[in-house]
């Protein structure tokens, strides 16, 4: 991140939620409705609430023989602020806010996918991301002018009218894709709606490490480091400042 301190946290929290989803292969054809018990059974006592969401109504077979329908997901456990999505081909932790933090988050990933391996209902995972999504609140004055970003459209530089930006690199043994909305609305749990400049940081594996059963954390750390830097990459010094950079 050049010469810049990354923060430890922010005081005035921008987050919104962070997701990790992996993605993969099965030779079972009705792996959602399998694993959600085996989780249930581990950790029921932290995600009480299990609910059909409406692709479970669509036949298992389909799910397998549809690309458009590969990974959307058919079931969802609750245990806020943390959620469990799962699908034939899609697995996913969210934590919404507020946030707990790397560690814990991190540490529930583990254990998840401790769990994942021990069901041997996985024949191969196919990748894995970690998503931030931040907001930075119009209520707080914030425009594009707050992100090292410059936009020039025909002469005209953008700072407060509507955009929709997407950029995508290659990092490594990572795909960075970012995203940028402003203006941008967010409903949170509470129903609150909040609204100003969405920004989304999806960091993606390019190829699955070999040792990912065995040492997920290792892999978990590195893209939750470079998701972090580029989130602080885009924000202006004085930015920063503003949300009450902590050590």
Known sequence: MNDKVIPKKLKKEPLLEAVCELRFESDKDTISDL????IFQKLGDRFPKVEKLPASNIPSIAFKNDPNLRYIPTIKLTGEPYCIII?????SLSCTRPYVGWEKFSSIIVELITILKQTSLITRPERISLKYMDILLATEGYTLDALNIELHIA???????????RAEFNDGEFINIIQIGSPAQANLNTGQLLDG?????DTISRTMPINFWDAPK?????????NKSTFFDLLKPETIKRLGPED
């Open 155 to 165: 002469g005209n530089r953008i700072i407060t009218s509507p955009v929709q930006l």
């Open 87 to 91: 699908g034939e081909h899609v697995f």
């Open 35 to 38: 694993l959600p018990g085996l």
């Open 197 to 201: 400049i969405l920004i989304d940081i």
């Open 218 to 226: 290792v892999f978990l750390d590195g893209a939750h480091a470079l």
